[in-house]
Every structure is written in structure tokens, then in C-alpha cells.
């Protein structure tokens, strides 16, 4: 069956990652590597792969849920508002994952803060880009008045 052979050789890659960096240095990763993501975890990285995974997606409800009190903020409370959702996310269960060597780890609060502010930002763009082209083709009269915001980020 497919999950087998799928477990049998990411067993054969640990195995081989362990073997590779067996030194005192990297004794104490060995008990953080993760085979398997859950759906609750977070993965760092690009592409679709990363896009559709479900712990990404309900990050991604999170911070959109919060993206309006967050475009209001400080530079200080924004930190903040991004620090509640790590919180919110390994609240049920979820961490924030990073491939290295074919194996996944978990990363620090300063990782996955900048992971989370970098979610807001593209959020921003992408909210900025449909609010244009749903303005392309009405009235333009209207100025969002979001863009004149001063901004601390």
C-alpha cells in the first residue's frame, strides 16, 4: 500500500539524516524531527504544496480574521497581534515547521513571528490588488482611504 511505502522510506530518510549527523552537536535534534507534519502544524516555504496544507490555510483564516485590527495598530501592537496568532495556532495543537534535509523541525517564536508578519504583509497586497481591480472597472470617485494611512511597518 502506498502509506507504507511512503512511512518505509521516510524511515530509510531519518535514518540516513541520523547517521549523517550523529555528532554531540546534533545529538539533541534527533528527538525534535518530525516525519510527518499534522494538519494543525504551520509549514514554512513556497508553493502550492505549502498553500494548501491545512494547518497553512487555517493560519491564514487567523490572520486575515485579524488583518483589519492589525492594518489600525502600532508598529509595537502589531508585533503583538502577530505574537496572538503563534499563541492562538499552538493553542490547538499546531507548530511551525521548517523543512531541513528531508526531515522537518520545528522553529523558534522569532521564526515563526517573522512568518506570521510576512503573512500579514502579502495579506495586505493581496487585498490591496483586488480592492484596485474591483475599482478598474466602477466609479474611481471614491478613494480608499487605507492608502493614506500613515505606515509603521
Given at each position: 500500500?502506498?502509506?507504507?511505502?511512503?512511512?518505509?522510506?521516510?524511515?530509510?530518510?531519518?535514518?540516513?539524516?541520523?547517521?549523517?549527523?550523529?555528532t554531540s552537536h546534533h545529538a539533541h535534534l534527533h528527538e525534535n524531527i518530525i516525519v510527518v507534519p499534522r494538519n494543525d502544524d504551520v509549514l514554512l516555504g513556497r508553493g502550492r504544496p505549502f498553500q494548501e496544507h491545512a494547518g497553512n490555510m487555517r493560519c491564514n483564516y487567523v490572520v486575515l480574521s485579524t488583518m483589519e485590527k492589525y492594518e489600525e495598530a502600532s508598529r509595537n501592537d502589531k508585533t503583538?497581534?502577530?505574537?496572538?496568532?503563534?499563541?492562538?495556532?499552538?493553542?490547538?495543537?499546531?507548530?511551525?515547521?521548517?523543512?531541513h534535509e528531508g526531515v522537518w523541525e520545528e522553529v523558534d517564536d522569532s521564526e515563526a513571528l517573522r512568518k506570521i508578519s510576512h503573512s500579514f504583509r502579502t495579506h495586505r497586497q493581496l487585498l490591496k490588488a483586488h480592492q484596485s481591480?474591483?475599482?478598474?472597472?466602477?466609479?474611481?470617485?471614491?478613494?480608499?482611504?487605507?492608502?493614506k494611512r500613515h505606515r509603521e511597518d
Open positions: 500500500d502506498k502509506h507504507g511505502e511512503f512511512l518505509a522510506m521516510r524511515r530509510r530518510q531519518e535514518a540516513a539524516w541520523a547517521a549523517r549527523n550523529h503583538t497581534i502577530a505574537r496572538n496568532v503563534i499563541n492562538k495556532i499552538k493553542g490547538y495543537g499546531g507548530r511551525f515547521l521548517k523543512q481591480s474591483t475599482n478598474e472597472g466602477g466609479n474611481n470617485s471614491k478613494k480608499n482611504t487605507s492608502d
